[in-house]
């Protein structure tokens, strides 16, 4: 069957009819939108004309559809613009006249002037409104406002000029804001009377206390009525701007009488004394209940912040009341968490929430003001680096520290108070969603923070507690060993159960833990030597614990869940390397105390310190492809370092723990694994040892005991070549023309004759010519830089005798000469530099 027209051609026609259809049905929109607006404006307009309509053109594919006409505005907005400047100039004409030319009127002219113009505006915006110029009708009501206050001021001035000032303003303002209440009721169209008789409504009462000389009590019960006032308003206001209005002014005023309260609370001497401030927190709570409880989601989760900080205050003020004590703070937590009973209070739900956040707030308050006493801790372990094995410091663990510890014995009391708290919530997750439940709807998430803050608070208060107690120094440490065992415990009963934040929290105050443990133990002999062994044991058992868990979530990361298994084998990782790295630490700890307590100096004790990396490289080998394997190798290489620069200032004894490290490489590279690096490492590690024990026999003539090594060298380096030709000239010739080329270079550059940089800059010379004819880039290289370096230290005196003999600027101008020609033939340099990398590239 064939289509008449083609099917293509037949859907570009319905195409473009449906564009013309979408284009005259949104002109049709827009023409009823337009009228809709006119028939609903109260004041009549000239119709637009109606006709024909407009030929559409059909909009194309990329066209967007024609936009509907826009009523006229700009007519509006200039005519509002022109009435605020005509109300501002107005006002600024009032008030130029009263505070200027009052005084050359009499008083029957002043009355008459300020109450014509006064009636004048009051009475103006009536008619405007009804002619429909609300806009007008605002201006002057404006105006109006302003005179009025000008009239008070006035009559103070004139007719009770010795009236007290304060007291007179709180009857204005109570005057003033009646009198705009009633006129915004009476012309309900004007917007602004209501919000400024709010405004005006904050100002009696806290003047009324100024006027009367009432004390901070006084004040603060005035501004807290106040807010009240407001919370009313805004509540049951008539309007959005009069609820604003009395909002701000409730969350402006109310704060500032409740910290009045507040400083009287805490300042108190007495529970007597702080009973009243007490009362007037009370009530504030009250005023904060009151305005959420019918309040938006927002304000009334405010308030039930506000009202659940005003109870706490009140009563923790009163049981506190008194000279400032060290138990002020664990009061107060109390107080807080208790608050949380109130989630089973008949409140709304935003109100609850509110009461819950602020019990959370005093809660964290007060685990941030007991936190110093931990840091003091801290830094009291780390002064022991400053005198290792100098013995115990007076006063046990607080002599570290100058703190006055008598002051902080409430810090341990509230730190494992809320640890205990976070792990009873943790502990019974079920009945703490239940108990929660009118108000909040924590997920799992949150059991996994509450244990963790369980564990990081038990830990903090377990670490201060010695030095408040005042614990001897060996009682300390064992007590903080004890504390870091159990923490290792957790973490390993934690991260082999799952992946919540307890097992890593856990883990990590545990090193923390076991490095304040360590630092404290260095005061005394007999506690390093125990607590490091302790620690050694407590380590490596948490990693040997790990190692099951961590293989079992390796195995399981192919099934479905890969994402999980993933970060739980991840997480077991790390847990079990830094397990690892803590023993290989306490190790080397031991091997460095051994060497001390035998009497040894630094570079003879270095020796001693190499078992660690022996034996992690023994450790190594076991473990082969195991996680931690490539962990513990780590830590002992940084070991080996640690050795190495123990024993720098003997040239001998680091010759020695040169050679004895590339003894421990060597063990290494017999692992498949482990072979490229490791033999890199030995070959290097034994060259350098040989070098080094040639400079501290004093050998003058390093050739007659490097020329032996050189030759069977290559000699082994040419017959690997020739049974396979792949084999790379650095593995075959680099160690055997290293161990001559280099000691020589050192003693041509350090003897004054000219026989020996000759003889070998001819052997460098014969090497380089010998790795160019042969492509060898060993040979090419070593030999290359041998010959250069040798030949700089000859040319060296001519250079400089050349280079003082001519003129300052030479220097420059033959540098800058020599950036011009680079610059100048820059991209053909480049293309010399790809081709002699290409070239090294290409050589074995």
């Known amino acids: 069957m064939e289509h008449v027209p083609p099917p293509a051609e037949e859907l570009a026609l319905l195409d473009r009819e449906l ?124 105006l109006a406002s302003v005179l009025m206050v000008l009239d008070a001021y006035a009559l103070h001035r004139v007719v009770m000029p010795r009236a007290d000032g304060p007291g007179f303003a709180a009857v204005a303002s109570a005057v003033l804001a009646a009198l705009w209440a009633g006129y915004g009721l009476l012309l309900g169209r004007l917007r602004l009377p209501l919000p400024l008789a709010v405004v005006s409504a904050q100002l009696p009462l806290p003047l009324c206390a100024w006027w009367a000389g009432a004390g901070a009590s006084a004040f603060g019960w005035a501004l807290v009525v106040t807010a009240a006032m407001d919370a009313a308003i805004a509540l049951r206001g008539r309007g959005v701007a009069v609820r604003v209005t009395a909002c701000a002014g409730c969350w402006t005023v109310g704060p500032v009488g409740l910290l009045v309260a507040l400083a ?28 959420a409880w019918r309040a938006p989601s927002g304000f009334a989760v405010a308030g039930g912040v506000l009202a659940g900080w005003c109870a706490v205050a009140a009563v923790g003020g009163v049981l506190c009341a008194g000279p400032p004590g060290t138990w002020s703070v664990p009061v107060y937590l109390l107080c807080g968490a208790a608050l949380l009973a109130a989630v089973r209070a008949p409140v709304p739900r935003p109100v609850g929430q509110g009461l819950v956040w602020s019990s959370s707030a005093v809660v964290a308050g007060a685990v941030l003001a007991s936190m110093p006493p931990v840091g003091l801790s801290l830094i009291g372990a780390a002064y022991r680096l400053a005198g290792v094995w100098t013995g115990a410091p007076d006063g046990g663990v607080r002599g570290a ?64 507690t010695p030095a408040v107690l005042g614990l001897p120094h060996p009682v300390a440490v064992v007590a903080q060993l004890a504390v870091v065992a159990a923490l290792f415990a957790v973490a390993v009963r934690s991260l082999s159960r799952g992946t919540d934040a307890v097992g890593p929290t856990a883990l990590v105050c545990g090193a923390v833990g076991a490095g304040t443990a360590g630092l404290w133990a260095l005061a005394t002999e007999a506690t390093t030597y125990a607590a490091s062994g302790v620690l050694l044991v407590v380590l490596g058992a948490a990693a040997v614990a790990l190692d099951g868990p961590a293989t079992s979530a390796a195995r399981a990361v192919p099934t479905p869940s890969a994402v999980e298994a993933t970060r739980t084998m991840w997480t077991l ?231 003082g003999a001519l003129p300052r600027w030479m220097p420059l101008a033959l540098a800058g000469a020599l950036l011009l020609a680079v610059g100048a033939t820059y991209e053909q340099r480049l293309r010399d530099a790809r081709r002699l990398k290409n070239a090294l590239g290409r050589m074995r």
């Open 264 to 291: 009287q609370s805490v300042s108190a001497g007495t529970a007597w004394a702080a009973l009243g401030p007490g009362v007037l927190l009370l009530a504030g709570a009250a005023v904060a209940v009151a305005g």
């Open 401 to 464: 520290s100058a703190a006055t510890w008598s002051q902080m014995a409430s810090a341990p009391v509230v730190l494992l108070m809320v640890a205990a708290l976070s792990g009873a919530v943790h502990r019974w997750w079920p009945r703490t969603v239940r108990f929660v439940g009118p108000v909040l709807v924590p997920g799992p998430v949150w059991r996994g923070v509450a244990g963790a803050a369980a564990v990081a608070l038990g830990w903090a208060g377990c670490t201060v």
């Open 573 to 803: 990782r790390i847990a079990q390397a830094v397990a690892a790295c803590g023993a290989v630490l306490c190790a080397t700890v031991l091997a460095v105390a051994a060497g001390a307590s035998l009497g040894l100096s630094a570079h003879r004790a270095a020796p001693v310190l190499l078992v660690v990396p022996a034996a992690t490289a023994l450790l190594g080998t076991w473990l082969r492809s195991r996680p931690p394997a490539l962990a513990v190798e780590s830590a002992g290489a940084v070991a080996a370092v640690v050795s190495v620069g123990m024993a720098m200032p003997d040239r001998a004894s680091l010759a020695l723990v040169l050679a004895l490290c590339g003894t421990v490489a060597v063990g290494t590279a017999v692992r498949p694994e482990r072979r490229p690096a490791a033999g890199y490492l030995s070959t290097g590690l034994f060259v350098l040892a040989a070098w080094l024990r040639l400079s501290a026999s004093g050998i003058s003539a390093p050739e007659a005991y490097t020329l032996p090594v050189t030759v069977p060298a290559l000699v082994v380096g040419a017959l690997l070549r020739r049974r396979d030709s792949g084999a790379s000239s650095w593995t075959a010739y680099g160690p055997g023309l290293a161990i001559t080329l280099v000691p020589s270079l050192f003693a041509a550059w350090s003897d004054p004759h000219w026989v020996r940089p000759l003889l070998l800059g001819v052997a460098a010379l014969a090497v380089t010519l010998a790795g160019a004819r042969q492509r060898l880039q060993a040979l090419l290289l070593l030999g290359g830089a041998v010959l250069t370096l040798d030949a700089l230290h000859e040319l060296a005196p001519y250079v400089v005798q050349v280079v």
């Open 19 to 142: 564009a013309r259809l979408d284009a005259r049905r949104a002109q049709l929109l827009a023409r009823r939108a337009w009228l809709v607006g006119v028939l609903s404006r109260p004041v009549a307009r000239p119709a637009a004309p109606f006709g024909p309509p407009r030929p559409v053109r059909p909009p194309t594919a990329f066209a967007p559809p024609s936009a509907p006409p826009r009523a006229p505005g700009g007519t509006r907005n200039a005519q509002n613009v022109l009435l605020a400047l005509g109300g501002l100039l107005l006002a600024i004409a009032a008030i130029a006249f009263t505070l200027v030319s009052w005084g050359e009127m009499g008083i029957g002219g002043r009355s008459a002037v300020l109450t014509a113009v006064t009636a004048a505006a009051l009475a103006a915006p009536a008619p405007l409104l009804r002619r429909g110029l609300p806009a007008t009708a605002e201006s002057f009501a404006a």
